[in-house]
């Protein structure tokens, strides 16, 4: 069972950045990263993926201000967000997919409002 541990969410004005982390309890070189997130009342939606091949895939709704990113050597995975907007409010997910089977993290709470 792989662990996904999110850091780095908060508070944010529009036109703001953040940098999300995802750690994960194994060993990733293997794994497709990705970040999800859901904002309230809305189905969980994809955000970015970056495969085990370092090949990278963005919603259009994110495409040119978030980029993500992956340390294997780290175990970990980092979605840097620039040009906020309050429609990127949501709870941020890190998912993990492997052979298969697939891992969520617990959640970190990203509001972007003046």
């Known amino acids: 069972q792989v662990q996904l541990v999110e850091f780095g969410g908060g508070l944010v004005q529009p036109g703001g950045s953040l940098r999300l982390s995802c750690a994960a309890s194994?060993?990733?070189?293997?794994?497709?990263m990705g970040w999800y997130r859901q904002a309230p009342g809305k189905q969980r939606e994809f955000v970015a993926l970056i495969t085990f091949e370092g090949t990278s895939d963005y919603a259009n709704s994110v495409k040119g201000r978030f980029t993500i990113s992956r340390d294997d050597a780290k175990n970990t995975v980092y979605l840097q967000m620039n040009s906020l907007k309050p429609q990127d409010t949501a709870v941020y997910y890190c998912?993990?997919?492997?052979?298969?089977?697939?891992?969520w993290g617990q959640g970190t709470q990203v509001d972007v409002s003046s």
């Open positions: 194994e060993n990733i070189f293997k794994m497709h």
């Open positions: 998912h993990a997919m492997m052979g298969g089977l697939a891992y």
